[in-house]
């Protein structure tokens, strides 16, 4: 295995490739009781038309499809997955985002069963037309959840107003008609397109014998059989750079409006040799300008336009980006208008040097505690690993940061065609 040392935090891991393409990466902490472990793909709620695997010609699958097979992978033959994990006092979960699809687990005892269980529920899938059918219906009411809750519609109204064509625009759960018109066929073309081991990761992070885990994981995928490795081609359309919509209104029974502002990535920001570079800047200038601590919050808050704190969003994805500052607002018009009034500023007026020390120090602070966190490692290291990005840069990266980096890339980020204003407003608005 490669020893990658993590600099600043005087922490070492290991990398191997499998030779069946499978990302091995360990990270043992003997000081903690806990260990940690998350299998991960790079395949998530965006990836819907893509060419299958062993075939020629394209195809798209319904919305909500990874979200759907994330849920029946627990479900087995002889019983559920969840059940092994309880009964040696393991914690198990599994999350769908818009680029991959993780299983997970923590706990203080038994790692090596839990990790061997872990890859092997992962690489059996079961899928039957009866159990697809039933868990429809489990779907469907988790989808009509998230749809009441104004949060949430606000969130994704709000990348619908950026987003045309791009699936991301669409709800990682999908739509009520969509998850009907899925079948178990459809289960097993993404399965096996997707969780090939050449298209995954596993992370285990926490107290754990280095040289016995890396003996069980190799010999545990030695033991299987899989298809050669092969390139996914994935289509996402044609997307201009400029917003959809400039301003998008959501009515719903509430008592309180929300708004939420958004300012689209340009394709060529999210070129991989930047994107870490241009994500940390942007967390910066977010944080510094509209946390509770920053100048534009106290304004806004001042004028009695905000009622508590900012929920500040950001993603960087090889396919699209996007940051967003939204909460609850009794006047949510002006509220929009007035920050994306402040969005537009910022490039106008440079950041001090004195400010950019502070954000800078404090970003820091930040990352060493995450270091910290086993979860928080796993999960960061998994995610830029999947954007081609070697994570253990972000040090270096964050000390060279200079203040005219900061504001060239302030200068080249906002514009006024690439922001937009969503509102959930009270149906009595209407």
């Not at 393409?21 to 990270?27: I, V």
């Not at 967390?283 to 900012?310: A, C, H, N, R, T």
């Not at 928080?376 to 964050?398: C, K, P, Q, S, W």
Request: one cysteine or more; glycine letters at 6%.
């Amino acid at each position: 295995m490669n020893k990658l040392k993590i600099p600043r935090i005087n922490e070492q891991m290991y990398h191997e490739k499998l030779d069946n393409g499978l990302d091995l990466f360990l990270l043992s902490k003997p000081e903690v009781e806990k260990t940690f472990a998350i299998f991960s793909t790079k395949y998530g709620s965006i990836d819907q038309t893509f060419t299958p695997i062993g075939e020629n010609e394209k195809v798209t699958v319904p919305d909500g499809i990874a979200h759907f097979l994330e849920h029946k992978m627990f479900e087995k033959e002889d019983g559920d997955v969840f059940q092994q994990f309880s009964e040696r006092g393991a914690s198990a979960n599994a999350f769908t985002s818009f680029t991959q699809t993780a299983y997970l687990f923590s706990s203080t005892s038994d790692e090596e069963k839990n990790v061997e269980t872990l890859l092997n529920f992962v690489q059996d899938p079961y899928f039957t037309e009866q159990t697809v059918e039933k868990e429809k219906g489990i779907i469907e009411q988790e989808i009509k959840m998230y749809d009441d809750q104004a949060d949430w519609r606000l969130f994704f109204g709000t990348i619908g107003s950026l987003y045309e064509h791009h699936p991301v625009r669409i709800d990682i759960a999908g739509t009520v008609d969509s998850i009907y018109d899925i079948t178990h066929e459809d289960l097993y073309t993404c399965y096996n397109t997707f969780y090939h081991p050449s298209n995954m990761s596993i992370f285990v992070i926490g107290n754990f014998d280095l040289d016995s885990m890396a003996t069980l994981i190799k010999n545990n995928q030695n033991n299987k059989t899989f298809d050669e490795p092969n390139g996914i081609d994935r289509f996402y359309g044609d997307e201009k750079d400029e917003v959809y919509k400039k301003v998008e209104k959501i009515y719903m029974p509430v008592t309180t409006p929300k708004c939420m502002i958004a300012v689209k990535e340009k394709k060529e920001s999210l070129n991989k040799d930047q994107l870490l570079k241009n994500d940390l800047v942007r967390d910066m200038i977010l944080d510094l300008y509209f946390s509770k601590s920053g100048s534009f919050y106290e304004e806004l808050y001042q004028k009695g336009l905000v009622i508590d704190k900012l929920r500040l969003e950001q993603y960087l994805e090889e396919s699209f980006g996007f940051a967003a500052i939204g909460g609850s607002t009794t006047k949510p018009r002006e509220f929009g208008e007035r920050v994306k009034e402040m969005l537009l500023s910022i490039k106008n007026e440079p950041i001090k040097q004195d400010d950019f020390e502070r954000a800078k120090k404090k970003k820091y602070g930040e990352l060493v505690r995450e270091f910290n966190e086993l979860e928080g490692t796993a999960n960061t290291f998994i995610h830029y690993h999947h954007l081609g990005i070697d994570y253990r840069d972000v040090f270096e990266i964050l000390e060279q940061l200079s203040l005219d980096d900061v504001n060239r890339v302030t200068d080249d980020w906002i514009s006024e065609d690439r922001i937009s204003i969503c509102m959930v407003l009270p149906e009595d608005e209407k």
